[in-house]
């Protein structure tokens, strides 16, 4: 099968994202490069996604968008290295999210959360990295924004859980977990969680607080006041989805906000952070510089 991204679309846009993609919060000179990167991400996306297409055929449209990474291939690619080399980005960012989903292709499990998190590096804070490097942001911020992509990455995966294993039989809720619990993998497939399932869910939402917790001064930390603004917005959604998910059942209950009570905690936390002042220095919360893999 010679197959194109667009054979693998699954029809869904930026405006069906839980979380602001480019919002009217970003300046406008910023907000191109950052959609030529989510459209890039969507097609690589669908295509690791796939629930018919056999694993052969995956990987190979994954290889199509990598080559356009390089300059012939899948046109969503070549269209994102030439935003890049104009802004002068590393293609790291790309190449990673591309690890990642190519990770979706033979990946269905994850023993634990260092596994999990590890898979988050790749598929998750590439996106942070690159909105930071197309704005000019001080590298020191890349591990707070990765502790809050993660954060974001866990929460998808703690809402579509039901979704994911009867869809794609992909399970990201680690498997210790689960069985430290009394857990199954089979208990996704339930129309509610049982009491073991929940327990694992609850556990995870905790840890993702933790993850959250570290990303809180990162809004504080950018020096472009209007990204510091959607990042505030994004942290205070992403809060709100984890307090949902602690009492909340994704396998029988809908865990996301409406247009309305999204509205309001964005309007909110936007406020907050535009008459909060300047930045603060940026720190590196994990305790070393981030730098980029070179590839």
């Avoid at 602001?20 to 000179?29: G, K, M």
């Avoid at 998808?156 to 809720?173: E, F, P, S």
Wanted: glycine residues 6%; charged residues 25%.
């Amino acid at each position: 099968m010679n197959a194109r991204a667009t054979d693998f679309a699954s029809g869904k846009g930026h405006r069906d994202e839980n979380f602001p993609v480019a919002s009217w919060l970003i300046a406008p000179a910023h907000r191109a490069p950052i959609m030529a990167f989510y459209r890039f991400a969507r097609a690589a996306d669908d295509i690791g996604d796939h629930p018919t297409a056999t694993a052969e055929d995956r990987l190979a449209g994954l290889a199509a968008m990598r080559a356009g990474l390089k300059g012939e291939g899948a046109a969503e690619a070549e269209a994102l290295r030439e935003v890049m080399a104009a802004h002068g980005i590393d293609p790291v960012h790309a190449h990673e999210l591309l690890d990642a989903f190519e990770q979706d292709v033979r990946v269905s499990r994850y023993a634990d959360w260092p596994g999990l998190m590890a898979y988050c590096r790749v598929s998750a804070a590439p996106v942070g990295r690159f909105v930071l490097d197309v704005h000019g942001e001080d590298r020191a911020c890349w591990p707070a924004s990765d502790a809050l992509c993660a954060a974001l990455q866990v929460i998808n995966h703690l809402q579509d859980c039901g979704k994911d294993y009867r869809a794609i039989d992909r399970v990201y809720l680690p498997l210790d977990l689960l069985s430290a619990n009394g857990a199954r993998v089979e208990d996704l497939g339930a129309a509610s969680a049982t009491p073991e399932l929940r327990a694992t869910i609850v556990a995870l939402a905790a840890r993702t607080q933790g993850l959250l917790a570290a990303s809180a001064p990162f809004a504080s930390m950018i020096r472009s006041r209007r990204l510091g603004m959607e990042v505030a917005v994004i942290q205070r959604l992403a809060e709100s989805l984890v307090e949902r998910l602690l009492v909340h059942d994704p396998l029988r209950e809908r865990v996301h906000h409406s247009k309305v009570e999204a509205g309001l905690l964005a309007l909110s936390a936007a406020a907050r952070r535009c008459f909060a002042g300047g930045p603060n220095e940026c720190r590196n919360v994990s305790g070393d510089r981030a730098r980029a893999r070179p590839r």
